[in-house]
């Protein structure tokens, strides 16, 4: 219960910042504009290049705009975590009667929440307003990609929060964030979907923990990804959200061990 | 005037030099966000010479053409990035109330906002951009004479006073929006990657709206598109190619005004 008000907290939070929330949109649907003329003219010049039509290339690009601030697409670690850590006010939270990462787990859905509404469906409709894309028509495919992205966010959580956590040994953890963040913006897709990646590389990159958070989801949600490869794809998502999670709960009590407060 | 603009430099210089000090006392992490700035435009060329493994030309474009105009605006970017680039975060400071601070010291708020948090990191995003640049020169089949050799420094140096308008002129916007610092990453970011790209991808009236609206397209693609020798998509007379000085210019004066606006709209939180 505690954490389902957590969760409401942060939603409620991200819902007063008003004008960032314009702010995003607007940069979203720019980007999203740009990025897909350079798609149609790539894929005018390959078409079915990764196996994707022209209208899906584009709905992977405006997928990408709508999900980059909900699964936090371009950002490495979690800001406020490591400030805490680096402040040394981690202590007072080390002795609240709550687990530390379903606390920010809880905090980080309410946020991803708000940002999918608030960040994800204006680009979209803009999108779709502008461009021939390749939405599907039924709900269950919709409510399959509402639960991949779900799983995305907790994915994208479960490494910023590793992350984060290394801010106990490193202290000013900015710059491992901002490589983390790269990697997510590369091997996600955000750069360029990952079919389109050439050969034993591209099968890589969509082995990584990466590959959870924007190829999945969309490819659920263009079509290129139904019966048992939906299934398959949803089983991927939730295996590397379970083996980051555990990994950040072995960290942390590491972490906690060894935690000492700035000021003693 | 004069005094004021050499008193502007010299707090500029002094306060880029505190962040300098204040940035390499934590020297492992400013190594890996160097790497990192570095890292983090070289994906968008990655990501370019991905799409080049599939095919010979994109919009007609060959990859050192491409590469010629994606050196440049990162170049320009990258220049107007590292200077003026700190100005996003004026936003903050106005939420915050800590403006006020700035206001109360003998230098001018420009300078001071322009060099708040100076991030000797984006030398990265200018390494990478230069290193590009250079390997599409190399393989551009250009006669280099002496004007054209000198119109790639002139143009990047122009673009980087056009992107370093529109800083200015985001900033200023910041005194009425505060919390939409965001909307001017889709002007020089969003610019810039756009003009990574040749003109003849994106539909024409985007590339009108980038020539007479907002004319980034000054920063590289026209004068890159003379330079290639490429026709240029909107059909302009061939003497617009040389006009980026002057619309650099005109671009700054705007910014200026616009920022005098905005300091004289400022209200205090609070107040």
Redesign the interface.
Same mark, same amino acid.
């Given at each position: 219960m505690l954490y389902t008000a957590v969760a409401a907290g942060s939603f409620r939070r991200y819902a007063t910042?008003?004008?960032?929330t314009?702010?995003?949109v607007?940069?979203n649907t720019?980007?999203g504009?740009?990025?897909a003329?350079?798609y149609?003219?790539?894929w005018d010049?390959?078409p079915h290049?990764g196996g994707y039509d022209q209208a899906q290339a584009v709905t992977f690009v405006w997928t990408g705009q709508a999900l980059l601030a909900s699964v936090a697409l371009l950002i490495g670690g979690v800001g406020e975590l490591q400030e805490r850590i680096r402040t040394g006010d981690i202590a007072v939270d080390l002795y609240r009667p709550a687990d530390l990462q379903l606390w920010w787990l809880s905090a980080d859905l309410g946020r991803a929440a708000l940002q999918l509404l608030g960040r994800g469906v204006v680009p979209m409709a803009v999108g779709a307003l502008f461009f021939p894309l390749a939405l599907p028509a039924d709900a269950l495919t919709w409510a399959c990609f509402l639960l991949s992205t779900t799983l995305a966010v907790v994915v994208s959580f479960a490494l910023r929060y590793l992350v984060a956590l290394a801010c106990f040994w490193?202290?000013?953890?900015?710059?491992?964030a901002?490589?983390s963040g790269?990697a997510c913006?590369?091997f996600s897709g955000m750069?360029?979907p990952l079919r389109?990646?050439?050969g034993g590389f591209g099968e890589l990159a969509q082995l990584l923990p990466w590959a959870a958070m924007l190829q999945v989801p969309a490819d659920v949600l263009l079509g290129a990804r139904t019966g048992g490869s939906l299934l398959r794809g949803l089983a991927f998502q939730a295996m590397w959200g379970v083996l980051l999670l555990a990994a950040g709960r072995l960290v942390q009590s590491a972490a906690t061990r060894k935690v000492v407060v700035h000021g003693g | 005037m004069a005094s004021r603009v050499a008193q502007g430099l010299c707090a500029y210089g002094l306060i880029v030099r505190m962040w300098m000090r204040s940035t390499l006392a934590?020297r492992?992490?400013?190594?890996?966000?160097t790497?990192?700035?570095f890292?983090?435009t070289a994906?968008?060329f990655? *990501?370019i010479m991905?799409?080049f !493994?599939?095919?010979?030309?994109?919009?007609g474009f060959t990859l050192p053409e491409v590469a010629f105009l994606y050196g440049t605006s990162s170049v320009s970017l990258g220049l107007a990035d590292l200077l003026f680039g700190s100005m996003e975060r004026l936003g903050r400071r106005v939420r915050d109330g800590t403006l006020d601070t700035l206001l109360l010291r003998p230098a001018p708020l420009l300078a001071q906002v322009a060099a708040d948090r100076f991030a000797l990191r984006r030398l990265g995003r200018i390494t990478q951009g230069l290193l590009v640049l250079g390997w599409s020169v190399s393989r551009l089949d250009v006669d280099w004479t002496v004007g054209r050799m000198l119109m790639v420094p002139l143009m990047t140096v122009c673009g980087a006073a056009i992107f370093a308008a529109v800083f200015t002129a985001g900033a200023a916007f910041q005194f009425w929006?505060?919390? *939409?610092?965001?909307?001017q990453? !889709?002007f020089t970011y969003?610019g810039n990657?756009?003009l990574q790209?040749p003109p003849?991808?994106?539909?024409r009236d985007?590339v009108r709206g980038v020539t007479f609206v907002i004319p980034l397209a000054f920063v590289n693609w026209l004068p890159a598109l003379r330079l290639l020798g490429r026709p240029d998509p909107l059909g302009l007379p061939g003497w617009v190619d040389f006009m980026g000085p002057a619309v650099a210019a005109l671009m700054c004066a705007g910014a200026g005004l616009a920022w005098r606006g905005g300091v004289r709209a400022y209200r205090s939180t609070g107040s």
């Amino acid at each position: 219960m505690l954490y389902t008000a957590v969760a409401a907290g942060s939603f409620r939070r991200y819902a007063t910042y008003r004008m960032a929330t314009v702010a995003g949109v607007f940069t979203n649907t720019v980007f999203g504009f740009i990025v897909a003329y350079t798609y149609i003219a790539l894929w005018d010049e390959r078409p079915h290049l990764g196996g994707y039509d022209q209208a899906q290339a584009v709905t992977f690009v405006w997928t990408g705009q709508a999900l980059l601030a909900s699964v936090a697409l371009l950002i490495g670690g979690v800001g406020e975590l490591q400030e805490r850590i680096r402040t040394g006010d981690i202590a007072v939270d080390l002795y609240r009667p709550a687990d530390l990462q379903l606390w920010w787990l809880s905090a980080d859905l309410g946020r991803a929440a708000l940002q999918l509404l608030g960040r994800g469906v204006v680009p979209m409709a803009v999108g779709a307003l502008f461009f021939p894309l390749a939405l599907p028509a039924d709900a269950l495919t919709w409510a399959c990609f509402l639960l991949s992205t779900t799983l995305a966010v907790v994915v994208s959580f479960a490494l910023r929060y590793l992350v984060a956590l290394a801010c106990f040994w490193l202290l000013d953890g900015s710059g491992l964030a901002m490589i983390s963040g790269l990697a997510c913006m590369f091997f996600s897709g955000m750069v360029l979907p990952l079919r389109v990646f050439p050969g034993g590389f591209g099968e890589l990159a969509q082995l990584l923990p990466w590959a959870a958070m924007l190829q999945v989801p969309a490819d659920v949600l263009l079509g290129a990804r139904t019966g048992g490869s939906l299934l398959r794809g949803l089983a991927f998502q939730a295996m590397w959200g379970v083996l980051l999670l555990a990994a950040g709960r072995l960290v942390q009590s590491a972490a906690t061990r060894k935690v000492v407060v700035h000021g003693g | 005037m004069a005094s004021r603009v050499a008193q502007g430099l010299c707090a500029y210089g002094l306060i880029v030099r505190m962040w300098m000090r204040s940035t390499l006392a934590y020297r492992t992490s400013f190594v890996m966000m160097t790497f990192g700035d570095f890292v983090a435009t070289a994906l968008d060329f990655v *990501a370019i010479m991905l799409m080049f !493994s599939q095919i010979e030309a994109l919009g007609g474009f060959t990859l050192p053409e491409v590469a010629f105009l994606y050196g440049t605006s990162s170049v320009s970017l990258g220049l107007a990035d590292l200077l003026f680039g700190s100005m996003e975060r004026l936003g903050r400071r106005v939420r915050d109330g800590t403006l006020d601070t700035l206001l109360l010291r003998p230098a001018p708020l420009l300078a001071q906002v322009a060099a708040d948090r100076f991030a000797l990191r984006r030398l990265g995003r200018i390494t990478q951009g230069l290193l590009v640049l250079g390997w599409s020169v190399s393989r551009l089949d250009v006669d280099w004479t002496v004007g054209r050799m000198l119109m790639v420094p002139l143009m990047t140096v122009c673009g980087a006073a056009i992107f370093a308008a529109v800083f200015t002129a985001g900033a200023a916007f910041q005194f009425w929006a505060q919390d *939409a610092a965001e909307v001017q990453n !889709s002007f020089t970011y969003g610019g810039n990657t756009m003009l990574q790209y040749p003109p003849t991808v994106f539909a024409r009236d985007l590339v009108r709206g980038v020539t007479f609206v907002i004319p980034l397209a000054f920063v590289n693609w026209l004068p890159a598109l003379r330079l290639l020798g490429r026709p240029d998509p909107l059909g302009l007379p061939g003497w617009v190619d040389f006009m980026g000085p002057a619309v650099a210019a005109l671009m700054c004066a705007g910014a200026g005004l616009a920022w005098r606006g905005g300091v004289r709209a400022y209200r205090s939180t609070g107040s």
